[in-house]
């Protein structure tokens, strides 16, 4: 799969190729050129997402054949990010920051990645002329608390991983952590009994022992309909 992604994202580096979107602001067919970094973002943006996962091998396959109705799909679904950028999550990700240690071991890191460009560059250069409140490493300092808390993390989760979950729950006193299989970003909360854990921890009930489970994954076969 990471050979067939790398032949193709070869292609598209040499040639971007020309699709058709539905333009976010006047609902008309518009024509794009797509290279290499429209399709990093696209996978960088849906491999955390469980239900986009499973179409991502046809996707790569169909590119590879020629064919984009798959990859014109994804754009057009995440066409609105080349209009602009969220100010509120910039903000809020700037803010939150990180030590100086740890974006040394991110700029270390980013030419390792497939997704290098796609996940440091922004926060790394566009932070230095973004207006934001700067906070101090303080704030990254670890949360220490007696406060029961429930944290829950798919295991298909790239946003925030099953890791980050289980990390903040050692240094909280009385955390329970409960990891959802299956389950990508957006299919956490949407996973059967998710809802019900919550509601019934908030009342003080006992969930340490719930198991959660989103659907498994059904990858779409690289032909047919």
Known sequence: LVQLYREVAGQLLEAPVEVTVTDPLSGNAMQVNAGKYALD???FMDLGDASDLPV?????????QGDYRAFSWFLNKRITNGYGINAMSTNMDYSSGATA???ELVRQQCDKSMFGGITTTPFLDLGQVWPYPQLDDNFRAP??????TL???????????V???QR????????????????????????????????????????????LSYKPLVFLPLTGP
């Open 41 to 43: 973002f696209i996978l």
């Open 56 to 64: 991502i091998p046809r996707l790569l396959y169909e590119m590879s």
């Open 101 to 103: 240690e740890r974006l």
């Open 143 to 148: 949360l220490q608390s007696k406060i029961p």
């Open 151 to 161: 944290i829950l993390s798919g295991t298909l989760d790239r946003n925030t991983p």
């Open 163 to 165: 890791a980050q979950g």
């Open 168 to 211: 903040l729950a050692d240094q909280l006193a009385n955390a329970t952590h409960l990891i959802v299989e299956h389950a990508g970003h957006e299919q956490i909360i949407a996973a059967q009994g998710a809802v019900k854990t919550m509601t019934d921890f908030l009342a003080g009930d006992k969930v340490e022992d719930i198991h």
